[in-house]
């Protein structure tokens, strides 16, 4: 079964603060990505990396870093926290191609 | 610009009712289409993948459906744990494999 795993179900943070999300997956995957979800707007795509170090901005990437050092790992970086960045943030990820992605269980983010 | 249109947004059925849910796009380039299923407080889990037009894919009690311009999810006799929300996203191909993916249908399945 494919895993995709994030460090954390929930998360409380102070405007400011410098944020990492963790993700990893263990099925060897190219391809990661991270979105967040909000109510009415859907899935909105933050970055994506296609390969070790590799990363590409996508929809909505203010605000918002990536870094992937290991191609099982993918981390996003809230660099100065925003009570506009509270959302739930979920990493997924595929093989490359047409092929579906998987998702991680989502991290639900406030930013107070 | 490339679009995804779900309807309806919201649905209720009666268990045993069966009905339909409805993805359309204008996506250029379009390579084939994700549904997904997402349960409150997780993350999308994938049903099927369908690539060329007058494809179909069954699992269990849903059957997804693809044309040229829409897509759709059929719920045959649908029971209560079939409510949740259900995502379609159309890809474009590539290797980097960018999704854009609708808001969602939420369908809530009585007893």
């Known amino acids: 079964d494919v895993k995709v795993t994030q460090s954390s179900r929930y998360l409380v943070k102070r405007t400011g603060e410098k944020v990492f999300l963790e993700c990893v997956q263990d099925m060897d995957h190219e391809n990661m990505f991270w979105y967040r979800q909000d109510p009415g707007l859907g899935l909105r795509l933050i970055y994506f990396s296609y390969d070790v170090k590799m990363k590409e901005k996508g929809d909505i990437p203010e605000g918002y870093s990536v870094s992937r050092e290991k191609k099982e790992r993918f981390s996003l970086i809230l660099e100065s926290a925003s009570t506009n960045q509270t959302s739930m943030y979920l990493c997924?990820?595929?093989?490359?191609?047409?092929?579906?992605?998987?998702f991680g269980p989502g991290t639900r983010l406030t930013v107070t | 610009e490339d679009q995804v249109t779900q309807s309806p947004e919201a649905l209720r059925l009666q268990e045993g009712e069966s009905s339909s849910l409805n993805c359309s796009y204008t996506v250029s380039g379009l390579r084939g289409l994700f549904w997904y299923r997402q349960d409150p407080g997780k993350g999308p889990e994938f049903l099927f993948t369908?690539?060329?037009a007058g494809e179909e894919k069954e699992k269990e009690r849903l059957k997804a459906t693809l044309t040229k311009k829409e897509s759709f999810l059929h719920i045959t006799a649908p029971k209560p744990e079939d409510s949740a929300t259900y995502l379609c996203a159309p890809f474009y191909g590539g290797a980097t494999n960018k999704l854009i993916f609708g808001t969602g249908t939420l369908l809530a399945v009585q007893p």
């Open positions: 997924a990820s595929s093989s490359p191609g047409p092929y579906e992605q998987y």
């Open positions: 369908l690539y060329s």
